[in-house]
Nanobody
Framework: QVQLVESGGGLVQPGGSLRLSCAVS????????MGWDRQAPGKQRELVAT???????NYADSVTGRFTIFRDNANGTVYLQMNLLKPEDTAVYYC??????????????WGQGTQVTVSS
């Protein structure tokens, strides 16, 4: 059983900052890529950012320069630092982890989602 526990969402004014975190626990041999997606009301889920096990990052154009993804491999945690937030960043944010289980193979799991609302 693998669990992803997200935290850090909330209400923030435009121009403000939030940091999301996602802690991974359970029967994991190793973690490959980690990332964040988001889904706004009435819109499709979209990729926000990813980070590989080697630390290479990728961002959606809409968040480049404002968001930073980083990970703590020792603690199995991925973070999303969000600065200069805009109302259009309002969405439910989901973390995603690509991992290996010893003797069982490669899997992908999602967190439960955390709400981010940017409004004055």
């Amino acid at each position: 059983q693998v669990q992803l526990v997200e935290s850090g969402g909330g209400l923030v004014q435009p121009g403000g900052s939030l940091r999301l975190s996602c802690a991974v626990s359970g029967s994991i041999f190793s973690i490959n890529a980690m990332g964040w997606d988001r889904q706004a009301p009435g819109k499709q889920r979209e990729l926000v950012a990813t980070i590989t096990s080697g630390g290479f990052t990728n961002y959606a154009d809409s968040v480049t320069g404002r968001f930073t993804i980083f990970r703590d491999n020792a603690n199995g945690t991925v973070y999303l630092q969000m600065n200069l937030l805009k109302p259009e960043d309002t969405a439910v944010y989901y973390c995603n982890v690509d991992y290996n289980q010893y003797g069982r193979g490669r899997f992908n799991s999602w967190g439960q989602g955390t709400q981010v609302t940017v409004s004055s």
